[in-house]
């Protein structure tokens, strides 16, 4: 049985504070919806029609909107002639040079195939094969769509062995990308994402892994490459061996989006969304929540549309389905997303935990602290500061601002934290 829809009250089809990524390929998330990073959008795009092979980095904080960017850039460069797919290719730090090549070479064959579905040759076939082993070997190497479950097996591909198979990798690739020019691509665009899921370790091996494949991937003539990541990992990844920074463009570093330009977002989604087109959409929430809610989450759209999403759906659940009596206004959703994140966190957390956060709050909720002045706040050693630190950032009840230089680095009490002590 379907729920029945609670954003039909507003004249809503579902919910407008979705917090998927936008992408080209899909009808319910479509790009048509992103707003603003005009200056970024075409700095990237630059960098990609200016030479015949390109590496850039985007950078910024969790949910700030990296990689709806590199969607809309991806989609810009379509249009301008290059090949690329909406797929996403993950870098993990277990990876070998051979399977980062080969996850390349998986994106570059997406991309091949979705601009050109009948593209054959040699250099598909080779693609091919190198591709379908590495996806059966683990059940599906890549985010990919395209994947090969509704297509052929290949018998062959299995009994191949895949080492072997993935030392050809680099002229595979190479080869691939020299196809995709002669058949007219402008050059093929890859976008590596979830730098941002490494941690500081993972992050230095990143960066090894990077080094080790740059002549033989990184530099070849066609391929334009965007990682994406928060700011430290980005930083680490792509700055710290001179050989991969002196190949990289400087990172664009993403600020959070004006506050207007978030008003534009929600009333696109409002828009895109309305239900009975004869009627307005009526607008969930007050403008000024937006505004703090904004302010609140630091620029994180993520935490802000799962905030509105789950505090006006907690609302309307407890009002039952009454009719429209105006946008909800700031008081009442605080104080539904207080006791709802306050018990989460409890409950994640344990109390020893949850009291050190009450702690901080009860001090300055807005106060960016090192691990020093919490050593004096908590009255605990530095070593289990250090490990509180990991676990409420694991937990996303801390955020961790960028490094700069050799200072120490900085904490400050999450946007949905705060919530749960206001
Ligand atoms: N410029 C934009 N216009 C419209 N919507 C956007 C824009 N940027 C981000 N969004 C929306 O905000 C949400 C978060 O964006 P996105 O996933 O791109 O952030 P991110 O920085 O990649 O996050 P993470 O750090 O978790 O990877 C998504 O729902 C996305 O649709
Ligand atoms: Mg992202």
Redesign the pocket.
Known sequence: MALPNLWKLYNLRSSPY?????RQDSEA?PLS?????HEERQRLLTAIGGSRSSRQAVA?????????????VKADALAAGYWTSAEIIPITADLTSEELIGQLLAGAYDSVLASSAQASGPAMEAAQQLVRSMRLRSGGFTVSALGFGAGGTSTQAISTPPGALLLDGPRVLRDLLAFALEQGACGVVLHL??L?NLAEADAARAADLLRSIRDQALLLDGLHLIV?G?TDAVRTVVQSHTQVRSVFSDPVV?DP?EPT?VHQ?LQ?RYHALQLDPSQLVHPPVQAEVIDALHGLFHG???GL?KALEEGISALLGLTGNGDYAGPIGLADLTQVLSRRYGLELQDQLGATLWQRLAAWAARDAQAVLTQAELVALWGIKQPSVSQTLQQLIGAGAVDVLPRKGGEPLQYLLAGATRLALG
Not at 18 to 22: E, G, I, K, R, Y
Not at 61 to 72: C, E, F, H, N, S
């Open positions: 979705f917090q998927a990524t936008l998330t919806l992103f707003v603003g990073r910024g904080r969790p949910g700030i909107g990296k990689t709806t960017l590199v969607q809309a994402n979830n941002e994406v928060t993403l989006l330009e977002l696109a994180d759209l993520r549309l």
